[in-house]
């Protein structure tokens, strides 16, 4: 589900239970037969925060990822929307390229030219988050040496 909503390991589909991973705690909700994915975020330290997201984004506690139902689903369903993803001018897959990249202790990802690396429970509960804007020289080195 993209960045730092990235769950690491399967889950139970039992609504109202805090499931535990290294990226934060995981939960689903159910409500009349809607079911939503949840992350409960950490606190996060960013180390240059004229880079980071808007405050509103950054001073979340829980955010809503995902919603589903337990309908089965063709794949024929999905055909229109995803072309639609891959095509579309406004579609932010259009607009800039994405690379993202789980290591051992965190995640990376380098959406255009802005990096965002995050190493998860850095210390006391809170997770590190640096954010760079590279400049065009160091894109091709970057994506060598850390993807």
Request: glycine share 4%; aromatic share 10%.
């Amino acid at each position: 589900f993209g960045m730092a909503y990235q769950m690491w390991q399967p889950m139970e589909l039992i609504s109202g239970t805090d499931q535990p991973q290294t990226p934060g705690v995981f939960r689903f909700q159910e409500e009349n037969g809607t079911w939503y994915l949840e992350k409960v975020k950490r606190k996060q330290w960013v180390l240059n925060p004229s880079t980071s997201t808007s405050p509103n984004v950054e001073n979340e506690v829980c955010r809503r990822v995902y919603l589903f139902t337990l309908q089965p689903r063709d794949i024929e369903e999905f055909r229109g929307c995803n072309a639609l993803l891959q095509t579309a001018p406004n579609s932010k897959f259009v607009l800039k390229s994405m690379c993202s990249l789980q290591t051992a202790d965190g995640i990376r990802e380098l959406v255009g030219w802005k990096l965002t690396e995050i190493k998860y429970n850095y210390r006391d509960n809170m997770d590190l988050v640096e954010i760079r804007i590279l400049a065009d020289e160091e894109l091709e080195k970057t994506l060598k040496e850390k993807f």
